[in-house]
Nanobody, 115 residues
Framework: VQLQASGGGLVQAGGSLRLSCAAS????????RGWYRQAPGKEREWVAL???????NYEDSVKGRFAISRDIAKNTWYLQMNSLKPEDTAVYFC??????????WGQGTQVTVSS
C-alpha cells in the first residue's frame, strides 16, 4: 500500500492550502490517519490526526487554523490549512497507523508560506 500526498505549494501568509493523502489500497487495522511536517534543519513534528471514530487532535500551534478530515469511501484524508504563517513552511508527510503500531508514510509535499 502506498500513500500519495499532494496539494502543497507556495502561498502568502494568511492564505490557505488543502493537502490530500490518498491510499492506494486498504490498510488492515488502521486506527489513525494524520500528518507530520519537517521544516528545514528541524526534526519531524506531528501536526494532526483523526482516529477511526472521527475524533481529531492537533499540535498546539495549528489549533484553530488547521482541520483534518477524511473520506472513507475514497480512502483519502485531508488537511485544510488556513491562516498560514511562514513558520508553517515545511514538507508535510501523511501517515497511517495500525493497531500494531505499524506506520505507513506518504512521500511528502512541500508547503512554503511567504511573508
Amino acid at each position: 500500500v502506498q500513500l500519495q500526498a499532494s496539494g502543497g505549494g507556495l502561498v502568502q501568509a494568511g492564505g490557505s492550502l488543502r493537502l490530500s493523502c490518498a491510499a492506494s489500497g486498504k490498510i488492515s487495522g488502521v486506527n489513525a490517519r494524520g500528518w507530520y511536517r519537517q521544516a528545514p534543519g528541524k526534526e519531524r513534528e506531528w501536526v494532526a490526526l483523526i482516529i477511526n471514530n472521527g475524533i481529531t487532535n492537533y499540535e498546539d500551534s495549528v489549533k484553530g487554523r488547521f482541520a483534518i478530515s477524511r473520506d472513507i469511501a475514497k480512502n483519502t484524508w485531508y488537511l485544510q490549512m488556513n491562516s498560514l504563517k511562514p513558520e508553517d513552511t515545511a514538507v508535510y508527510f501523511c501517515y497511517a497507523k495500525t493497531n500494531y503500531d505499524k506506520l505507513y508514510w506518504g512521500q511528502g509535499t512541500q508547503v512554503t508560506v511567504s511573508s
